[in-house]
């Protein structure tokens, strides 16, 4: 289900020209990554919903609203397992972009505008893929947005997915980036939300069709920072997963680590590391 729902969400944004000449060889790539990569594949379409929240422990950050093993929705003979979150998080200022990012709210404009309602693509989403994850920080150009270090990994990839409206305004910048550590995959999510999106609630959650335990727990940084970290219990692949989200500075960032049981000890401590670079 989650593969299947990266690969839908994918197919439904425009990729830029600049992707077209490289299309053949990204399509490999794609293939190339394993089912268990995509253990959050849902994590960062974002979902408007009601009113405001209220600042977690005082400022911003994220909250647990609901876990669930193997639910049954109404009216359907599928299960789904996963977890859903509130992100409270302040809302970036358009000025604040000083990269090329800021030119993507006319393609998404134009997508609107040539749109074929018999298209099996729908506008509002834009991609580009970058060799490092420095040219993609550059191409958004937000002075607050952090890029943690990781010396013992391989990048696979690195993107910047934006959402806009069909005036053309971003409501959304993430910076998407697949690495591996040794036997551990990880998958960064780094993302924006901008003035546009309003004041409405942003939530964001994780499914899987799989029965998948979850357990929640906090990890503070040295620097007072808390980071909320999901425990899930291993797919049938044999993977199990780890997550950790942190609100900071207008950011909400996301790491997804999945690791099979006996490297456990080693995905918490990267899992770690990770935070204390961002708080």
Do not use: N
Not at 132 to 141: C, K, P, T, W
């Amino acid at each position: 289900m989650r593969e299947q729902s990266v690969r839908l969400f994918e197919g439904l944004g425009w990729i830029d020209d600049e992707l077209i000449s490289e299309a053949e060889s990204q399509a490999a790539i794609r293939r190339r990554l394993p089912a268990r990569w995509l253990i959050a594949a849902a994590c960062l379409c974002l979902l408007l919903a009601g009113a405001a929240l209220a600042a977690v422990t005082g400022g911003f950050g994220t909250r647990l609203t609901g876990m669930f093993t193997s639910r049954t929705e109404p009216g359907s003979d599928l299960t789904e397992s996963g977890y859903d979150l509130s992100v409270d998080i302040h809302r970036v200022s358009l000025s604040e972009l000083t990269g090329e990012v800021t030119g993507v709210g006319e393609k998404i404009r134009t997508q609107y505008e040539d749109w074929d309602l018999l298209s099996s693509q729908f506008p509002g989403h834009w991609q580009r893929r970058f060799d490092s994850v420095e040219q993609a920080a550059d191409f958004i150009g937000f002075e607050g947005l952090r890029c943690p270090a990781w010396p013992e990994s391989t990048l696979e990839s690195a993107e910047v997915d934006v959402l806009g409206s069909p005036e053309g305004a971003l409501l959304q910048v993430t910076l998407e980036t697949f690495r591996r550590a040794g036997e551990i995959r990880a998958q960064e999510f780094t993302t924006l939300f901008t003035e546009h999106t309003g004041q409405e609630e942003l939530t964001t959650g994780v499914r899987t069709t799989e029965a998948q335990g979850y357990a929640q727990s906090f990890y503070t940084t040295e620097d007072g920072g808390v980071c909320q970290v999901i425990a899930s219990t291993p797919l049938e692949s044999g993977y199990a997963g780890l997550d950790g989200y942190l609100v900071q500075d207008g950011v909400l960032y996301h790491l997804h680590l999945s690791f099979r049981q006996e490297e456990a000890g080693r995905a918490e401590d990267l899992l770690h590391q990770w935070a204390e670079q961002l708080a």
